[in-house]
């Protein structure tokens, strides 16, 4: 991934993690060792099948997955992977399944429940999130190199309009919100047309700032931020992707 990238504090961060975890229903019964896990923080979202008379348990701490195993008579919990002769980890599919899957479903949604403004058809098979803060340079290179994914047909991008970099950023962000046209102003900002910022509603405001608290606690610190689905899998860009990077966020290569 490329280091490009406009930055709200110095430096930059390669890796993120996305805290963003349902609620959930948790298993009843539990036994006792994993009611005491519960008791030190552990979230147990649900049980599974093991081998050699083994419960499991997927279970989550500060969003991160963990696999809890329970000995048949229930009375001791093993916590870690579980391995099988040839080296395969038997705690990667329930924890993808039970742990992973919804969480990233509940990221994917809060983008979808953001504010963003559409560059390309919403008939596009791909869709792909991106938090642009309208000062960012490498915002602009990002949607330069997004063309021809988006004049195919390939692929809308969903811009989550936020106000990070500078001081007129959310007046400028909610500007491009709030404007008659919001896909026009946003097309001609990107083609070089300066926003010229302007009073808007207090609702269109919020909209800024929610957008600005959805990035914070989504860890991401950098414009763009591009969120994509890879393998079935949520994956981040932060900052301008070079090639092979464009490559894996747009799904395809270059048309």
Request: with cysteine; proline share 8%.
């Amino acid at each position: 991934m490329s280091l490009i990238a406009c930055t709200i504090r110095l430096g930059f961060i390669s890796a993120l993690a996305l805290a963003a975890t349902p609620a959930w229903s948790q298993p009843e019964n539990l036994p006792a060792p994993v009611e005491a896990l519960v008791g030190q923080g552990l979230t147990v979202h649900e049980r599974f099948e093991a081998p050699d008379g083994l419960t499991g348990y997927a279970a989550s701490a500060q969003g991160q997955p963990v696999a809890i195993y329970v000995t048949e008579n229930g009375q001791h919990a093993i916590v870690g992977n579980l391995v099988d002769a040839e080296g395969n980890n038997l705690s990667s599919e329930p924890l993808d399944e039970f742990v992973k899957g919804p969480q990233n479903a509940a990221v994917w949604q809060r983008l979808e429940d953001s504010h963003w403004i559409l560059d390309g058809s919403s008939d596009a098979p791909r869709t792909v999130y991106v938090f642009t803060d309208p000062n960012c340079p490498y915002c602009k290179s990002f949607w330069d190199a997004a063309r021809p994914w988006i004049e195919a047909g390939d692929v809308q991008l969903h811009h989550i309009m936020v106000g990070v970099l500078k001081s007129d950023s959310p007046a400028k962000a909610a500007t491009l919100l709030g404007a008659d046209d919001p896909v026009a102003a946003f097309t001609a900002h990107n083609r070089g047309d300066e926003v010229a910022p302007s009073a808007q509603p207090a609702d269109i405001e919020q909209q800024v700032q929610d957008n600005n608290t959805l990035m914070r606690e989504l860890n991401l610190r950098g414009t763009p931020a591009i969120v994509y689905h890879q393998d079935g899998k949520l994956e981040v860009a932060q900052g301008m992707p070079d090639a092979e990077k464009m490559r894996a966020v747009m799904g395809s290569p270059r048309p």
